[in-house]
C-alpha cells in the first residue's frame, strides 16, 4: 500500500503543477476519457475543461498538499484523500480544501477518474 500511495501522491502532485504547467498530452494521459470534478467551489467540470485550463494556464500556483492516505476500493481502483491550500507570493496560505481522487489503473497506468475539493479551513 506504501507503493501505491507514494505513485498516486506523485501523479496528483504532476496535476498541481510544482514548478512547470504540465503538457497538454500529458494531461490528457493522466486524466481518464471519462473524468469529471467538483471543484473547491461546488462547480462542475468536464475532462475538457480541465484539460484545457490547465494547459494554458500562464501563472503556475504554488499548492502544498499534505496527509495523503489511500484506500483501495478495487484491484484497479483506488481513492486518494489528503488536504491541500495555495501559498501567496506573501507567504499566506489561502484555498484550503479537503481534496479526493479517484483512481483507476488502466492499459496506460493509472489515470485519474473523479476529483473533488471541499472547502476546509486552515
Known sequence: MDTL???L????????????????????????????????????????????????????????AEAHRVESLAADIALLHFRSHEVAADGSAFHAALRMSVWRRTAVGWQLSYH???????
Open 9 to 64: 501522491t506523485a501523479l496528483e502532485t504532476e496535476l498541481h503543477h510544482p514548478g512547470t504547467p504540465c503538457t497538454r498530452e500529458r494531461l490528457e494521459r493522466l486524466l481518464h476519457p471519462d473524468f469529471h470534478e467538483v471543484g473547491r467551489s461546488g462547480a462542475r467540470y468536464t475532462r475538457q475543461v480541465v484539460i484545457d485550463f490547465l494547459a494554458t494556464r500562464g501563472q503556475v500556483p504554488r499548492v502544498i
Open 5 to 7: 500511495l507514494a505513485e
Open 116 to 122: 473533488q475539493g471541499t472547502p476546509a479551513a486552515l
